[in-house]
């Protein structure tokens, strides 16, 4: 048996693969034994090929999980399934799992997969379909979620779902802290305002350890990402900003926690607890120079400045 998922959500392309997986070792292979898988970007040809011929161990059958089966290039695999896919489909031992996270292929393999009558693609959801995606997820947990809600969800992620999938969790944690079993659209507001690439915790956490490099090769990764230095100097403000609210709350109070800190500056849990550790130990005036010192920058970006030599110069400023 071959079975291939693809296609442009990669993420539910791949849970599917997992929960694939998941029923073949309950139903098949508790112990793991007859279960193998490889990432074609990096497995051995040999080791790939000796997992399918090998016969099962004490099991009638076995699952061989090959990823990025065609993305990541032609190659020997590929040229041992163009010859050999109508006889692994044949087996009677061997369930073949294939999974590759887009959806065009210029390989001449992909048509022949896409054929097969296990083939499933996952295209693109709409944003109805993805706000109901979100309440079928929250459902799971106990929890629903107001339509509106769901949609500036639905909306803001359409195009990663990735993403989304970690938000949703998240949310849904946030609401059942506070002994709630509804997800409001004022919860996910709150959220959004409070969502941060955690590479920004990160960036942060390199200028207060004075780790010059890091915090470079950091503020390197958001050009590489197309990000413009106006974005990037709103994102550190915003970020800064929570810092002097939970600097200053933990002067009044330095033994509030996470929850608690979110709770007291109406902050989401998440975000108050990755700020409070980047805060914990730093003076408050220190933060304080940090903040007036971006504050000139977005000036000086917002008027036609070098706003990107700048930057680069306040880190190099920031971990002397």
Known sequence: MVLFYYGADSFRSHEHMMRTIQSFKKKRDPDGHNIFQFDLQDAR??????????????????MVVVKRVLSAGAGDFVDVLKEK??????????????????????????????KFQYAQEFAALSVPEISGWIGE??????????SAAATVLAKKFQEDMWSLSRVVDQVCAFVKGDDRAIVTKVDCELFLSAAIDDNTFHFVDAINAKDQGRALSLLDQQWQAGKTPIEV????????????????????QPKLRGKEIARELKMHAFVADKTARLVRDVDGDFVLNQYNRLMDLDASAKSGGYAQAELTSFVCGMTK
Do not use: H
Request: hydrophobic residues 50%; aromatic residues 10%; contains cysteine.
């Open 137 to 146: 997820r929250l459902d799971g947990c106990g929890v629903t979620i107001e």
């Open 45 to 62: 040809f040999n080791q790939i090929m000796e997992a399918i011929s090998a016969p099962p161990f004490l099991a009638e059958k076995k």
């Open 85 to 114: 896919l109508e006889l692994y489909e044949k087996r009677e031992d061997l369930v073949l799992l294939l999974w590759d996270e887009g959806a065009k292929f210029k390989l001449g393999l992909f048509n022949i997969l896409k």
């Open 233 to 252: 100097i709103g994102l550190l403000l915003w970020q800064w900003r929570a810092m002097l609210k939970v600097r200053a709350l933990l002067d009044d």
